[in-house]
């Protein structure tokens, strides 16, 4: 079974920075993307970045040279470095473990949120 245990979500304040992490464990395949996804309130989940397991990132247009994804794959693990935090960045951020074989499969954490104060 596979888990993904987020940490270092928080409070800070505007212009701030916060460092995620995510742990993977279990089996799952080699083939897999990493990434965080954030649910505000009252607003559907969507994606912030995302990376493969070859190093390639995507990012949401509106992080784009505020937050830098990356990962270590020896150590099964996905960060999101945070800066120049906003308030409209407050949401729950999800860790993501999308695994890919003959078909896909998404894990998720259980989320950890951040609060940005103005």
């Known amino acids: 079974q596979v888990q993904l245990v987020e940490s270092g979500g928080g409070l800070v304040q505007a212009g701030g920075s916060l460092r995620l992490s995510c742990a993977a464990s279990?089996?799952?395949?080699?083939?897999?993307?990493m990434g965080w996804y954030r649910q505000a309130p009252g607003k559907q989940r969507e994606l912030v970045a995302v990376?493969?397991?070859?190093?390639?990132?995507n990012y949401a247009d509106s992080v784009k040279g505020r937050f830098t994804i990356s990962r270590d794959n020896v150590k099964s693990m996905v960060y999101l470095q945070m800066n120049s935090l906003k308030p409209e960045n407050i949401a729950v951020y999800y860790c993501?473990?999308?695994?890919?074989?003959?078909?896909?499969?998404?894990?998720w954490g259980k989320g950890t949120l951040v609060t940005v104060s103005s």
């Open positions: 993501n473990l999308r695994a890919i074989t003959n078909r896909v499969i998404d894990y």
């Open positions: 279990g089996s799952f395949s080699s083939l897999n993307n």
């Open positions: 990376m493969s397991n070859g190093g390639s990132p």
